[in-house]
């Protein structure tokens, strides 16, 4: 099975940069995805982990160790429209399993 | 291109009504999911279609829920009688390969057992 554990809230002020942390624990492992939702949205794609090390996607960089069973994803120059939930999903062997999501709050 | 459709958007039921739920995916995706999202949670795959077979119900209560996909393009997700626990949204994704790629997923139908 999957266990996959991110803190629930997080603040941060606008212009700053965040760190999401995503550990995990996995039965298989075929990559790491990170999403947004916004409220009463879809979730959207934001990045994809498969080896070690930092993918980087303009403002967004997303981070695996696979050693670890972590992952992060940094938000650099916020803006208040970042304010969402990001979600951690791992894939097993077929199938996708997100954590609960971290609601990221960011203010002027 | 054109996104995963979804529809209804909202249907609000009383508890033992049976309710049905339809996705189009994006043209050409072989690989087609339903998902579902309590409110504060992320989504919780319920079943995932390849081509128009299962590859993975595990999750599905399957005494209540049910889902198909003639001819491996549109799906249903029904449930049947539909439970107070079941207010959630459901999420359609599809995505081009099995286990690789990035799932789209559309805007979901909010259901609301009372």
């Known amino acids: 099975g999957q266990n996959i554990d991110q803190p629930t809230e997080m603040t941060a002020t606008e212009g700053a940069i965040v760190q999401i942390n995503c550990t995990y624990q996995?039965?298989?492992?075929?990559?790491l995805f990170w999403y947004q939702q916004h409220a009463g949205e879809a979730p959207t794609f934001l990045s994809y982990n498969v080896l070690d090390g930092l993918e980087e996607k303009g403002r967004f960089s997303s981070f695996l160790s696979r050693s670890k069973g972590y992952s992060y994803l940094l938000l650099k120059e916020l803006q208040m429209k970042d304010s969402a939930s990001y979600l951690c999903a791992v894939r097993g062997y077929s199938t996708l399993t997100f954590g609960k999501g971290t609601m990221l709050l960011v203010s002027p | 291109e054109a996104g995963v459709a979804q529809s209804p958007r909202y249907k609000i039921i009383e508890k033992r009504q049976s309710v049905a739920f339809w996705c189009n995916p994006i043209s050409g995706h072989a690989t087609l999911y339903w998902y579902q999202q309590i409110l504060g949670q992320g989504p919780k795959l319920l079943i995932q279609f390849q081509n128009n077979g299962v590859v993975d119900d595990s999750q599905l209560p399957k005494d209540r829920f049910s889902a198909e996909r003639l001819k491996g393009v549109d799906s249903t997700l029904k449930i049947q009688p539909a439970k107070l626990e079941d207010s959630a949204v459901y999420l359609c994704?599809?995505?081009?390969?099995?286990?690789?790629?990035?799932?789209?997923f559309g805007p979901g139908t909010r259901l609301t057992v009372l």
């Open positions: 994704a599809s995505s081009s390969r099995l286990a690789m790629d990035e799932q789209f």
């Open positions: 996995t039965s298989g492992f075929n990559g």
